[in-house]
Protein backbone atom coordinates (compact mmCIF):
# COMPACT_ATOMS: atom_id res chain seq x y z
CA UNK A 1 0.00 0.00 0.00
CA UNK A 2 0.43 3.66 -0.32
CA UNK A 3 2.69 5.17 2.57
CA UNK A 4 1.86 9.16 2.60
CA UNK A 5 3.19 11.43 4.97
CA UNK A 6 0.75 13.53 7.17
CA UNK A 7 2.73 17.10 5.94
CA UNK A 8 1.77 16.57 2.69
CA UNK A 9 -2.06 18.34 1.91
CA UNK A 10 -4.96 16.54 1.35
CA UNK A 11 -6.52 16.56 -2.60
CA UNK A 12 -10.14 16.77 -0.95
CA UNK A 13 -10.79 17.93 2.27
CA UNK A 14 -13.93 18.31 4.06
CA UNK A 15 -15.23 20.65 7.21
CA UNK A 16 -17.82 20.05 8.96
CA UNK A 17 -20.06 19.13 6.16
CA UNK A 18 -23.23 18.74 6.02
CA UNK A 19 -26.75 17.65 4.28
CA UNK A 20 -30.32 17.71 4.88
CA UNK A 21 -33.47 16.88 2.80
CA UNK A 22 -36.35 18.49 4.63
CA UNK A 23 -36.70 16.74 7.80
CA UNK A 24 -34.19 14.12 7.37
CA UNK A 25 -30.46 15.26 8.27
CA UNK A 26 -28.72 12.75 5.86
CA UNK A 27 -25.25 14.14 6.95
CA UNK A 28 -23.68 16.09 9.92
CA UNK A 29 -20.31 17.49 10.63
CA UNK A 30 -18.43 15.68 8.60
CA UNK A 31 -14.64 16.47 8.10
CA UNK A 32 -12.04 14.47 6.58
CA UNK A 33 -8.95 14.49 4.01
CA UNK A 34 -8.31 12.42 1.48
CA UNK A 35 -4.83 12.28 -0.29
CA UNK A 36 -3.44 11.75 -3.51
CA UNK A 37 -1.78 8.10 -3.99
CA UNK A 38 -3.88 6.47 -2.11
CA UNK A 39 -7.21 4.74 -1.64
CA UNK A 40 -9.72 6.25 1.06
CA UNK A 41 -12.07 3.36 1.94
CA UNK A 42 -15.41 4.49 3.23
CA UNK A 43 -17.45 2.27 5.51
CA UNK A 44 -20.74 1.76 6.89
CA UNK A 45 -24.71 0.74 6.85
CA UNK A 46 -27.11 1.48 4.39
CA UNK A 47 -28.43 4.10 4.75
CA UNK A 48 -25.42 5.94 6.60
CA UNK A 49 -24.46 8.67 4.60
CA UNK A 50 -21.83 7.27 2.16
CA UNK A 51 -23.57 8.08 -1.54
CA UNK A 52 -24.71 10.73 0.08
CA UNK A 53 -21.16 12.05 0.85
CA UNK A 54 -20.25 11.25 -2.85
CA UNK A 55 -23.05 12.65 -4.05
CA UNK A 56 -21.78 16.44 -2.56
CA UNK A 57 -18.42 16.04 -3.71
CA UNK A 58 -19.20 14.81 -7.10
CA UNK A 59 -21.98 17.75 -7.25
CA UNK A 60 -24.77 16.33 -7.83
CA UNK A 61 -26.12 17.33 -4.71
CA UNK A 62 -25.29 20.76 -2.68
CA UNK A 63 -24.26 21.25 0.62
CA UNK A 64 -26.39 22.28 3.54
CA UNK A 65 -23.47 23.18 5.85
CA UNK A 66 -20.15 23.47 6.20
CA UNK A 67 -17.32 23.48 3.46
CA UNK A 68 -14.87 21.05 1.00
CA UNK A 69 -11.77 22.55 -0.21
CA UNK A 70 -10.47 20.44 -3.74
CA UNK A 71 -6.41 20.86 -5.08
CA UNK A 72 -6.30 23.51 -2.17
CA UNK A 73 -9.02 25.86 -3.77
CA UNK A 74 -12.41 26.27 -2.24
CA UNK A 75 -14.58 23.04 -3.60
CA UNK A 76 -18.52 23.42 -4.49
CA UNK A 77 -19.24 22.09 -7.98
CA UNK A 78 -22.47 23.36 -9.39
CA UNK A 79 -23.29 19.89 -11.29
CA UNK A 80 -21.53 16.51 -12.55
CA UNK A 81 -19.91 18.43 -15.39
CA UNK A 82 -18.33 20.70 -13.49
CA UNK A 83 -16.93 18.28 -11.22
CA UNK A 84 -15.36 15.89 -14.31
CA UNK A 85 -13.83 19.31 -15.73
CA UNK A 86 -12.17 20.06 -11.89
CA UNK A 87 -11.02 16.34 -12.14
CA UNK A 88 -13.31 14.35 -10.45
CA UNK A 89 -14.93 11.38 -11.61
CA UNK A 90 -17.38 9.09 -10.25
CA UNK A 91 -18.35 5.46 -10.72
CA UNK A 92 -21.82 5.27 -9.37
CA UNK A 93 -23.66 2.03 -7.95
CA UNK A 94 -25.97 1.59 -10.53
CA UNK A 95 -24.80 1.70 -14.60
CA UNK A 96 -25.17 4.07 -17.35
CA UNK A 97 -24.36 2.25 -20.21
CA UNK A 98 -26.93 1.74 -23.18
CA UNK A 99 -26.83 -2.08 -23.42
CA UNK A 100 -27.76 -2.20 -27.11
CA UNK A 101 -24.65 -0.31 -27.89
CA UNK A 102 -20.88 -1.01 -28.27
CA UNK A 103 -18.31 -0.31 -25.12
CA UNK A 104 -17.02 2.22 -27.81
CA UNK A 105 -19.90 3.70 -28.50
CA UNK A 106 -20.68 3.95 -25.24
CA UNK A 107 -17.88 5.71 -24.04
CA UNK A 108 -17.85 7.91 -26.76
CA UNK A 109 -21.12 9.64 -25.96
CA UNK A 110 -20.50 12.84 -24.61
CA UNK A 111 -17.14 12.79 -25.00
CA UNK A 112 -16.24 13.42 -28.57
CA UNK A 113 -16.85 16.21 -30.75
CA UNK A 114 -16.62 16.81 -34.62
CA UNK A 115 -15.40 13.76 -36.50
CA UNK A 116 -15.73 10.45 -35.22
CA UNK A 117 -12.62 8.61 -35.02
CA UNK A 118 -14.45 5.36 -33.54
CA UNK A 119 -10.43 3.29 -34.21
CA UNK A 120 -8.41 5.28 -32.20
CA UNK A 121 -10.58 6.30 -29.82
CA UNK A 122 -11.09 2.03 -29.58
CA UNK A 123 -7.54 1.94 -28.89
CA UNK A 124 -7.45 4.81 -26.46
CA UNK A 125 -10.04 2.35 -24.70
CA UNK A 126 -7.66 -0.87 -24.88
CA UNK A 127 -4.38 1.40 -24.08
CA UNK A 128 -6.67 2.80 -20.35
CA UNK A 129 -7.34 -0.69 -19.62
CA UNK A 130 -4.06 -2.35 -20.23
CA UNK A 131 -2.46 0.22 -18.30
CA UNK A 132 -4.52 -0.18 -15.25
CA UNK A 133 -4.10 -3.95 -15.39
CA UNK A 134 -7.19 -5.11 -17.28
CA UNK A 135 -8.70 -6.35 -20.28
CA UNK A 136 -11.82 -4.53 -22.26
CA UNK A 137 -12.57 -5.41 -25.76
CA UNK A 138 -14.05 -1.82 -27.49
CA UNK A 139 -16.32 -3.82 -30.35
CA UNK A 140 -17.83 -5.66 -27.39
CA UNK A 141 -21.67 -4.76 -26.80
CA UNK A 142 -22.39 -3.88 -23.31
CA UNK A 143 -26.10 -5.98 -23.02
CA UNK A 144 -23.21 -8.87 -23.34
CA UNK A 145 -21.18 -8.18 -20.76
CA UNK A 146 -20.80 -9.77 -17.36
CA UNK A 147 -21.16 -7.38 -14.34
CA UNK A 148 -17.81 -6.81 -13.80
CA UNK A 149 -17.11 -5.98 -17.73
CA UNK A 150 -19.81 -3.42 -17.66
CA UNK A 151 -18.23 -2.17 -14.67
CA UNK A 152 -14.80 -2.28 -16.05
CA UNK A 153 -16.05 -0.25 -18.67
CA UNK A 154 -17.75 2.72 -16.57
CA UNK A 155 -14.55 3.37 -14.84
CA UNK A 156 -12.40 3.30 -18.15
CA UNK A 157 -15.23 5.95 -19.22
CA UNK A 158 -14.15 7.76 -15.85
CA UNK A 159 -10.31 7.26 -16.53
CA UNK A 160 -10.18 8.63 -20.01
CA UNK A 161 -10.73 12.05 -18.19
CA UNK A 162 -7.82 12.01 -16.27
CA UNK A 163 -9.28 12.49 -13.20
CA UNK A 164 -7.29 13.12 -10.01
CA UNK A 165 -9.53 11.73 -7.61
CA UNK A 166 -11.79 8.41 -8.82
CA UNK A 167 -15.02 7.99 -6.17
CA UNK A 168 -16.51 4.44 -6.25
CA UNK A 169 -19.73 4.38 -4.93
CA UNK A 170 -20.60 0.35 -3.52
CA UNK A 171 -18.55 -1.01 -6.30
CA UNK A 172 -18.55 -4.47 -5.72
CA UNK A 173 -22.38 -4.22 -4.48
CA UNK A 174 -23.44 -5.59 -8.22
CA UNK A 175 -20.16 -8.03 -8.71
CA UNK A 176 -19.81 -12.21 -8.28
CA UNK A 177 -17.07 -13.18 -5.85
CA UNK A 178 -14.75 -14.19 -8.72
CA UNK A 179 -14.66 -10.65 -10.00
CA UNK A 180 -14.17 -8.56 -6.67
CA UNK A 181 -10.15 -9.32 -6.44
CA UNK A 182 -9.78 -7.45 -9.97
CA UNK A 183 -11.78 -4.17 -8.78
CA UNK A 184 -9.65 -3.93 -6.14
CA UNK A 185 -6.66 -4.41 -7.99
CA UNK A 186 -7.62 -2.18 -10.16
CA UNK A 187 -8.01 0.46 -7.64
CA UNK A 188 -4.69 0.02 -6.38
CA UNK A 189 -3.37 0.70 -9.54
CA UNK A 190 -4.95 3.77 -9.71
CA UNK A 191 -4.06 5.19 -6.67
CA UNK A 192 -0.32 4.20 -7.31
CA UNK A 193 -0.57 6.34 -10.62
CA UNK A 194 -0.98 9.14 -8.08
CA UNK A 195 -4.62 9.89 -8.03
CA UNK A 196 -6.61 9.58 -4.84
CA UNK A 197 -9.25 6.89 -4.74
CA UNK A 198 -12.86 6.86 -2.71
CA UNK A 199 -14.08 3.09 -2.36
CA UNK A 200 -17.35 2.86 -0.58
CA UNK A 201 -18.28 -0.24 0.99
CA UNK A 202 -19.56 -1.84 3.85
CA UNK A 203 -17.01 -5.12 3.30
CA UNK A 204 -14.29 -5.30 6.02
CA UNK A 205 -12.33 -8.18 3.45
CA UNK A 206 -12.08 -5.47 0.59
CA UNK A 207 -10.90 -2.57 2.94
CA UNK A 208 -8.15 -5.02 4.23
CA UNK A 209 -7.07 -5.97 0.88
CA UNK A 210 -6.97 -1.96 -0.28
CA UNK A 211 -7.14 0.58 2.12
CA UNK A 212 -4.61 3.16 3.12
CA UNK A 213 -6.96 4.56 5.04
CA UNK A 214 -10.76 3.82 6.39
CA UNK A 215 -13.59 6.35 7.85
CA UNK A 216 -16.31 4.89 9.19
CA UNK A 217 -19.70 6.36 9.17
CA UNK A 218 -22.84 5.74 11.26
CA UNK A 219 -26.20 8.00 11.58
CA UNK A 220 -24.33 10.78 9.10
CA UNK A 221 -21.75 11.50 11.20
CA UNK A 222 -18.01 10.67 11.14
CA UNK A 223 -17.45 8.06 14.23
CA UNK A 224 -14.13 6.72 13.22
CA UNK A 225 -10.83 7.81 10.81
CA UNK A 226 -7.66 5.91 10.96
CA UNK A 227 -5.00 4.80 9.04
CA UNK A 228 -5.21 0.57 7.89
CA UNK A 229 -2.52 -0.47 9.32
CA UNK A 230 -3.23 0.04 13.05
CA UNK A 231 -6.95 -0.11 12.57
CA UNK A 232 -8.79 -3.25 14.41
CA UNK A 233 -11.76 -5.20 12.31
CA UNK A 234 -13.54 -5.75 15.02
CA UNK A 235 -13.43 -2.21 16.66
CA UNK A 236 -14.36 -1.03 13.20
CA UNK A 237 -17.50 -3.39 12.99
CA UNK A 238 -18.68 -2.17 15.85
CA UNK A 239 -18.26 1.56 14.88
CA UNK A 240 -20.32 0.78 11.88
CA UNK A 241 -23.27 -0.62 13.35
CA UNK A 242 -22.86 0.54 17.28
CA UNK A 243 -23.01 -2.73 18.65
CA UNK A 244 -21.27 -6.31 18.70
CA UNK A 245 -21.46 -8.41 15.62
CA UNK A 246 -21.75 -12.35 15.78
CA UNK A 247 -21.07 -14.60 12.92
CA UNK A 248 -24.67 -15.19 11.09
CA UNK A 249 -24.99 -19.02 12.20
CA UNK A 250 -24.98 -17.63 16.21
CA UNK A 251 -27.26 -14.29 14.91
CA UNK A 252 -30.05 -16.85 13.69
CA UNK A 253 -29.91 -18.76 16.58
CA UNK A 254 -31.01 -16.58 19.03
CA UNK A 255 -34.29 -14.76 19.68
CA UNK A 256 -35.60 -13.78 17.21
CA UNK A 257 -37.39 -10.27 19.06
CA UNK A 258 -41.32 -10.62 17.31
CA UNK A 259 -40.17 -10.92 14.04
CA UNK A 260 -42.38 -14.22 13.81
CA UNK A 261 -45.13 -12.35 14.71
CA UNK A 262 -44.98 -9.29 12.78
CA UNK A 263 -47.83 -9.55 10.08
CA UNK A 264 -46.64 -11.03 6.80
CA UNK A 265 -48.21 -13.26 4.65
CA UNK A 266 -51.49 -15.36 5.90
CA UNK A 267 -50.15 -19.49 6.51
CA UNK A 268 -51.65 -21.35 3.36
CA UNK A 269 -54.42 -23.21 4.39
CA UNK A 270 -54.97 -26.70 3.54
CA UNK A 271 -52.55 -29.48 2.84
CA UNK A 272 -50.20 -29.47 0.72
CA UNK A 273 -47.19 -31.59 0.15
CA UNK A 274 -44.71 -29.18 -2.40
CA UNK A 275 -44.59 -25.26 -2.15
CA UNK A 276 -42.35 -25.51 -4.98
CA UNK A 277 -42.05 -27.60 -8.15
CA UNK A 278 -39.59 -27.77 -10.91
CA UNK A 279 -40.11 -30.27 -13.36
CA UNK A 280 -37.25 -30.62 -15.87
CA UNK A 281 -36.66 -27.04 -16.52
CA UNK A 282 -34.63 -26.64 -19.67
CA UNK A 283 -33.50 -22.91 -21.45
CA UNK A 284 -31.66 -22.31 -24.49
CA UNK A 285 -30.46 -18.78 -25.14
CA UNK A 286 -30.85 -16.96 -28.95
CA UNK A 287 -27.51 -18.95 -29.71
CA UNK A 288 -29.05 -22.38 -29.17
CA UNK A 289 -26.54 -22.68 -25.89
CA UNK A 290 -28.11 -24.51 -23.25
CA UNK A 291 -28.42 -22.39 -20.29
CA UNK A 292 -30.47 -24.44 -17.85
CA UNK A 293 -30.54 -28.32 -18.39
CA UNK A 294 -33.54 -30.35 -16.90
CA UNK A 295 -33.08 -28.74 -13.37
CA UNK A 296 -35.52 -30.70 -10.94
CA UNK A 297 -36.30 -29.56 -7.18
CA UNK A 298 -39.35 -30.13 -5.20
CA UNK A 299 -39.28 -28.02 -2.27
CA UNK A 300 -41.39 -28.28 1.10
CA UNK A 301 -43.78 -26.23 3.26
CA UNK A 302 -41.51 -24.41 5.47
CA UNK A 303 -38.32 -25.81 4.02
CA UNK A 304 -35.17 -23.17 3.01
CA UNK A 305 -33.30 -24.71 -0.30
CA UNK A 306 -30.30 -23.03 -0.86
CA UNK A 307 -29.09 -22.77 -4.94
CA UNK A 308 -25.37 -22.51 -4.85
CA UNK A 309 -23.26 -22.21 -7.73
CA UNK A 310 -20.44 -20.06 -9.10
CA UNK A 311 -22.19 -17.55 -11.19
CA UNK A 312 -23.15 -18.05 -14.74
CA UNK A 313 -24.07 -21.67 -14.22
CA UNK A 314 -28.19 -21.21 -15.26
CA UNK A 315 -29.01 -19.38 -11.64
CA UNK A 316 -29.71 -16.17 -13.49
CA UNK A 317 -31.94 -17.90 -16.05
CA UNK A 318 -33.89 -20.42 -13.41
CA UNK A 319 -34.80 -17.21 -11.29
CA UNK A 320 -36.51 -15.41 -14.42
CA UNK A 321 -38.16 -18.48 -15.37
CA UNK A 322 -39.62 -19.19 -11.95
CA UNK A 323 -40.58 -14.92 -11.78
CA UNK A 324 -42.62 -15.72 -15.04
CA UNK A 325 -40.23 -13.26 -16.85
CA UNK A 326 -38.40 -16.46 -19.23
CA UNK A 327 -40.36 -19.51 -20.63
CA UNK A 328 -38.38 -22.43 -20.40
CA UNK A 329 -37.56 -24.47 -23.29
CA UNK A 330 -38.67 -27.71 -21.71
CA UNK A 331 -40.53 -28.45 -18.34
CA UNK A 332 -42.76 -27.02 -16.44
CA UNK A 333 -42.96 -25.61 -12.83
CA UNK A 334 -45.44 -25.55 -10.27
CA UNK A 335 -46.36 -23.09 -6.48
CA UNK A 336 -48.63 -25.40 -4.49
CA UNK A 337 -50.99 -26.78 -6.69
CA UNK A 338 -50.47 -24.20 -9.65
CA UNK A 339 -48.63 -24.81 -12.97
CA UNK A 340 -46.99 -21.80 -13.67
CA UNK A 341 -45.49 -22.64 -16.28
CA UNK A 342 -46.21 -19.57 -19.55
CA UNK A 343 -48.74 -18.13 -17.10
CA UNK A 344 -46.48 -14.93 -16.51
CA UNK A 345 -45.40 -12.58 -13.59
CA UNK A 346 -48.61 -11.52 -12.50
CA UNK A 347 -49.96 -14.92 -12.45
CA UNK A 348 -46.77 -16.44 -10.22
CA UNK A 349 -47.70 -13.41 -7.65
CA UNK A 350 -51.93 -14.28 -7.68
CA UNK A 351 -50.41 -17.84 -6.89
CA UNK A 352 -48.83 -16.88 -3.63
CA UNK A 353 -44.97 -16.77 -5.63
CA UNK A 354 -42.57 -13.96 -3.57
CA UNK A 355 -39.99 -12.89 -6.08
CA UNK A 356 -36.65 -11.44 -5.17
CA UNK A 357 -34.90 -10.80 -8.46
CA UNK A 358 -31.43 -10.33 -8.30
CA UNK A 359 -31.37 -7.43 -10.45
CA UNK A 360 -33.52 -5.37 -8.76
CA UNK A 361 -33.87 -2.31 -10.58
CA UNK A 362 -34.64 -4.21 -14.46
CA UNK A 363 -37.81 -6.17 -12.91
CA UNK A 364 -38.26 -5.81 -9.08
CA UNK A 365 -39.12 -1.76 -8.80
CA UNK A 366 -40.07 1.33 -10.45
CA UNK A 367 -37.60 3.95 -9.17
CA UNK A 368 -39.05 7.22 -10.14
CA UNK A 369 -42.15 5.53 -8.56
CA UNK A 370 -42.60 6.53 -4.55
CA UNK A 371 -41.68 4.22 -1.75
CA UNK A 372 -44.96 3.56 -0.77
CA UNK A 373 -45.90 2.58 -4.31
CA UNK A 374 -42.51 0.55 -4.95
CA UNK A 375 -43.88 -1.48 -1.55
CA UNK A 376 -47.38 -1.93 -2.69
CA UNK A 377 -46.75 -2.24 -6.62
CA UNK A 378 -48.62 -5.59 -6.53
CA UNK A 379 -51.68 -4.44 -4.23
CA UNK A 380 -52.00 -0.55 -5.06
CA UNK A 381 -55.90 -1.68 -6.13
CA UNK A 382 -56.44 -2.10 -2.13
CA UNK A 383 -55.75 1.78 -2.25
CA UNK A 384 -57.86 2.79 -4.98
CA UNK A 385 -61.26 3.95 -5.06
CA UNK A 386 -63.48 5.36 -8.14
CA UNK A 387 -60.11 5.10 -9.84
CA UNK A 388 -58.32 7.47 -7.56
CA UNK A 389 -55.29 6.80 -5.51
CA UNK A 390 -55.77 7.00 -1.78
CA UNK A 391 -52.38 8.24 -0.17
CA UNK A 392 -52.82 8.92 2.58
CA UNK A 393 -54.10 5.25 3.37
CA UNK A 394 -51.17 4.01 1.21
CA UNK A 395 -48.83 6.08 3.12
CA UNK A 396 -49.92 4.92 6.83
CA UNK A 397 -49.54 0.94 5.24
CA UNK A 398 -45.72 2.18 4.14
CA UNK A 399 -44.94 3.20 7.09
CA UNK A 400 -45.86 0.37 9.09
CA UNK A 401 -43.42 -2.04 6.76
CA UNK A 402 -40.98 0.23 6.58
CA UNK A 403 -40.69 0.05 10.37
CA UNK A 404 -41.29 -3.93 10.13
CA UNK A 405 -38.21 -4.56 7.73
CA UNK A 406 -36.13 -1.65 8.78
CA UNK A 407 -36.89 0.61 5.33
CA UNK A 408 -34.64 4.10 5.92
CA UNK A 409 -35.93 6.82 4.04
CA UNK A 410 -37.21 10.31 4.91
CA UNK A 411 -40.91 9.06 4.11
CA UNK A 412 -42.91 6.85 2.36
CA UNK A 413 -43.16 9.05 -0.20
CA UNK A 414 -39.67 10.35 -1.20
CA UNK A 415 -38.89 8.66 -4.86
CA UNK A 416 -37.39 4.94 -4.52
CA UNK A 417 -34.13 6.20 -6.43
CA UNK A 418 -33.46 8.29 -3.22
CA UNK A 419 -33.04 4.58 -0.90
CA UNK A 420 -29.55 3.51 -0.59
CA UNK A 421 -29.30 0.19 -2.49
CA UNK A 422 -29.74 -1.73 0.82
CA UNK A 423 -32.64 -0.18 1.23
CA UNK A 424 -33.96 -0.72 -1.79
CA UNK A 425 -33.77 -4.35 -1.66
CA UNK A 426 -35.04 -4.27 1.96
CA UNK A 427 -37.98 -2.45 0.90
CA UNK A 428 -38.38 -5.30 -1.86
CA UNK A 429 -38.17 -7.95 0.41
CA UNK A 430 -40.65 -6.39 2.38
CA UNK A 431 -43.15 -6.55 -0.84
CA UNK A 432 -42.76 -9.80 -1.90
CA UNK A 433 -42.91 -11.17 2.32
CA UNK A 434 -46.58 -9.72 2.96
CA UNK A 435 -47.99 -11.40 -0.44
CA UNK A 436 -51.39 -12.88 0.88
CA UNK A 437 -51.15 -15.84 0.13
CA UNK A 438 -47.48 -16.52 0.04
CA UNK A 439 -46.55 -20.15 -0.81
CA UNK A 440 -43.10 -20.27 -2.27
CA UNK A 441 -40.47 -17.51 -1.95
CA UNK A 442 -37.79 -17.69 -4.88
CA UNK A 443 -34.77 -15.15 -3.65
CA UNK A 444 -31.98 -14.52 -6.16
CA UNK A 445 -28.82 -12.77 -4.18
CA UNK A 446 -31.08 -10.96 -1.40
CA UNK A 447 -28.02 -9.83 0.40
CA UNK A 448 -25.69 -8.57 -2.40
CA UNK A 449 -25.13 -4.89 -1.37
CA UNK A 450 -26.63 -4.98 2.28
CA UNK A 451 -24.35 -4.37 5.25
CA UNK A 452 -24.09 -6.83 8.36
CA UNK A 453 -26.95 -5.82 10.20
CA UNK A 454 -29.09 -6.07 6.95
CA UNK A 455 -28.12 -9.38 6.22
CA UNK A 456 -28.74 -10.50 9.46
CA UNK A 457 -32.45 -8.76 9.25
CA UNK A 458 -33.21 -10.49 5.81
CA UNK A 459 -32.70 -14.24 7.06
CA UNK A 460 -34.45 -13.62 9.96
CA UNK A 461 -37.78 -12.65 7.90
CA UNK A 462 -37.01 -15.33 5.82
CA UNK A 463 -36.71 -17.68 8.37
CA UNK A 464 -39.66 -16.99 9.86
CA UNK A 465 -41.54 -16.78 6.49
CA UNK A 466 -40.29 -20.85 6.47
CA UNK A 467 -41.79 -21.04 10.18
CA UNK A 468 -45.46 -19.92 8.41
CA UNK A 469 -44.78 -22.85 5.97
CA UNK A 470 -43.53 -20.98 3.11
CA UNK A 471 -41.05 -22.98 1.29
CA UNK A 472 -37.84 -21.00 0.05
CA UNK A 473 -35.74 -21.17 -2.88
CA UNK A 474 -32.35 -19.57 -2.03
CA UNK A 475 -30.05 -18.40 -4.77
CA UNK A 476 -26.87 -17.26 -3.17
CA UNK A 477 -23.15 -17.10 -4.18
CA UNK A 478 -22.78 -16.48 -0.49
CA UNK A 479 -21.79 -20.23 0.49
CA UNK A 480 -21.91 -18.81 4.34
CA UNK A 481 -24.77 -17.62 4.00
CA UNK A 482 -26.55 -20.68 3.03
CA UNK A 483 -24.81 -22.66 5.41
CA UNK A 484 -26.14 -20.62 8.16
CA UNK A 485 -29.68 -20.29 6.75
CA UNK A 486 -31.09 -23.71 4.59
CA UNK A 487 -31.90 -26.74 5.43
CA UNK A 488 -29.78 -27.84 2.28
CA UNK A 489 -27.89 -27.13 -0.80
CA UNK A 490 -28.59 -27.61 -4.24
CA UNK A 491 -25.55 -27.01 -6.41
CA UNK A 492 -26.01 -25.47 -10.30
CA UNK A 493 -22.91 -26.57 -12.48
CA UNK A 494 -23.11 -25.41 -16.16
CA UNK A 495 -27.03 -25.63 -15.81
CA UNK A 496 -26.99 -29.20 -14.47
CA UNK A 497 -28.28 -29.84 -10.86
CA UNK A 498 -25.09 -32.00 -9.91
CA UNK A 499 -25.81 -32.86 -6.14
CA UNK A 500 -27.10 -32.02 -2.68
CA UNK A 501 -25.71 -32.37 0.67
CA UNK A 502 -26.72 -30.52 4.05
CA UNK A 503 -26.36 -27.29 5.16
CA UNK A 504 -23.83 -28.04 7.75
CA UNK A 505 -20.16 -26.51 7.90
CA UNK A 506 -19.13 -30.07 7.87
CA UNK A 507 -20.32 -30.36 3.91
CA UNK A 508 -18.32 -26.89 2.82
CA UNK A 509 -15.54 -28.96 0.78
CA UNK A 510 -18.11 -31.46 -0.68
CA UNK A 511 -20.41 -28.84 -1.50
CA UNK A 512 -17.18 -27.01 -3.19
CA UNK A 513 -16.25 -29.94 -5.05
CA UNK A 514 -19.70 -29.88 -6.52
CA UNK A 515 -19.37 -26.11 -7.48
CA UNK A 516 -16.10 -26.85 -9.15
CA UNK A 517 -17.30 -29.61 -10.96
CA UNK A 518 -15.42 -32.39 -9.86
CA UNK A 519 -18.11 -34.72 -9.44
CA UNK A 520 -19.43 -34.22 -12.82
CA UNK A 521 -15.60 -35.21 -14.06
CA UNK A 522 -15.34 -37.75 -11.79
CA UNK A 523 -18.35 -39.60 -13.36
CA UNK A 524 -17.32 -38.86 -17.00
CA UNK A 525 -14.19 -40.46 -16.27
Avoid at 81 to 94: C, D, F, N, P, T
Avoid at 350 to 363: L, N, S, W, Y
Wanted: hydrophobic residues 45%.
Amino acid sequence: MTQSTTAEPPLLALDGLGKRFGSLQALEGVSLGVRAGTVQCLLGENGAGKSTLCNLIFGVYGRSAGHMAFGGAPWAPASPAVALERGIAMVHQHFSLVPRMTVVENLMLGQVKGMLHRHEFGARIRDIAERFGFVLDPDAVVGELSVGERQRAEIVKCLMRDPRLLVLDEPTAVLPPGEIGALLDICRRVADSGRAVILVTHKLAEIAKVADRVAVLRGGRLVADEDMAGADMGTLVHAMVGREVKPLDVALAEPDDGVADQPAAAEATGPRRFALVCDGLSVEDRHGAVRLDNFTLEIRPGEIVGLAGVEGNGQSELGMVLAGLLRPTEGRFYMGDVELTHAGAAAVTAAGGGIVPEDRHAVACVTAMSVAENMYLNKLGQFTRFGLLHRRALHAAAETQMRTFDVRAAGPEVAFSGLSGGNQQKAVLARELTLDPLVALVAAQPTRGLDISAVEAVYRQIRAAARRGVGVLLISSELDELIAVADRIAVLYRGRLVGERPAAAGERAAIGALMSGQVMSDQAE
